[in-house]
């Protein structure tokens, strides 16, 4: 008798093994002759040699389905399982073409308006992407989702999130907590993204090794990104100087997407927006592409559309 030991890194074991280990019971109804113990995050088979490899090969798979997809139910356990194809699983029932990322508990997320499927086909195309619009149309949530596609696909290995902390005039030494307590509230958004479309595990790994990395503007000077996918949200309160700074970031292999909504800018009102002053001079250069968002991508509740419509005018 031989036995195999599996440690599970990348996910909460809740959502390997399941509530009261509903997935566990699957894993173990086809593997009869063995006996397999999980405890933490570790799971222990004993038994032949031979069925040890081919377990250790199949829960591989049920692993790789959880990365892919950000779920794992007894009926992906029972189609993983049986199959005699050891290669990627099939996408679940239901799964529409245009979905970016396979977020948490089974929720697909793409993007589901024309302007936003602009910036798709945007960031596909070029290298720096600047996505304008009013708030509730899905621009930093569509960047971000863009920006885990490439990480899941090997295009690049770290993703850099940032937004300037404009409304605390950068001056956050009167807020209470140390410096990450300062800035979190300004960075809360593309936490709440990221929440959405990876395990909470992953998540925080990434955040650990710095796979992905959330700071604010005045972190990036100074610095090359390099095989990078970074974002700088709320762009519309940047000076030009501070914009010139992010965008001069990129490095080899780095993709970019600027945010923004040039009509809530928050600098003081002699000081000119970064994002205004970039829709005039970056326009029309190659590899750098500008979509605009309006009151129809949004999909907040209805009266938010209402509401712009009305201060528009």
């Known amino acids: 008798m031989s036995e195999k030991i599996i440690r599970i890194e990348s996910a909460d074991p809740l959502e390997i093994f399941g509530v009261n280990d509903q997935n566990l019971e699957e894993v173990r109804s086809f ?6 113990i999980a405890r933490d995050n570790e799971i222990k088979a004993i038994g032949e040699e031979s069925l040890l490899l081919e377990f250790e090969e199949k829960f591989a798979t049920l692993m790789l389905h959880y990365e892919n997809f950000g779920r794992l139910t007894k009926g992906d356990i029972t189609y993983i399982l049986a199959s005699d194809n050891g290669d990627l699983p099939l996408k679940p029932e239901g799964h529409q073409s245009g979905v970016l990322v396979h977020g948490r508990n089974g929720l697909l997320i793409r993007a589901r308006t024309p302007n936003q499927r602009k910036m798709v086909e945007a960031i596909d195309h070029d290298d720096l992407m600047v996505a304008i619009g009013p708030a509730g149309t899905g621009k930093t949530y569509t960047a971000v989702a ?9 295009e690049v290995q770290r993703i850099i999130l940032t937004r300037p902390a404009v409304e605390a005039g950068e001056n956050l030494g009167f807020l209470p907590g140390d410096l990450k307590e300062k800035l979190d509230p300004y ?7 990221l929440r959405d479309m990876l395990p909470t595990q992953k998540l925080l790994a990434f955040l650990e090794d710095g796979t992905i990395e959330v700071a604010p503007l005045a972190f990036m000077r100074g610095r090359t990104l390099n095989n990078a996918f970074a974002i700088l949200d709320e762009a519309q309160n940047t000076t030009p100087g501070q914009l010139k700074m992010f965008l001069t970031r990129m490095g080899a292999s780095a993709k970019f997407i600027v945010t923004g909504d040039i009509t809530q800018v928050d600098l003081p009102e002699k ?27 949004i999909l907040r509740h209805k009266l938010v559309s209402r509401i712009i419509r009305a201060y528009s005018k």
Do not use: W
């Open 31 to 36: 593997y009869p002759k063995l006996k397999i």
């Open 146 to 154: 863009l920006a885990i596609r490439a990480l899941k696909n090997k």
């Open 187 to 193: 960075l809360q958004p593309l936490y709440d993204a």
């Open 271 to 297: 000081q000119q927006s970064g994002l205004i002053h970039a829709q005039s001079i970056l326009n029309n250069i190659p590899g750098i592409s500008f979509v605009y968002l309006d009151e129809t991508d």
